[in-house]
């Protein structure tokens, strides 16, 4: 099982998170609208033991 995490491009802070818990980022970046403002996301992905 594949675990994933979406941060915002943007939000170093956030971003550190996901590496802490031994998630990678894995290359795919998909546009968010928050707010009417598009902004990037950064995957995270993590294979789970289930």
Do not use: I
């Not at 802070?13 to 980022?25: I, K, S, T, W, Y």
């Amino acid at each position: 099982m594949r675990g994933t995490v979406r941060v915002l491009e943007g939000e170093s802070r956030a971003r550190r998170f996901p590496g802490r818990a031994g998630f990678a980022a894995d290359g795919v970046e998909e546009p968010f609208e928050a707010g009417g403002t598009a902004v990037s996301e950064v995957r995270y992905a993590k294979e789970l033991q289930g």
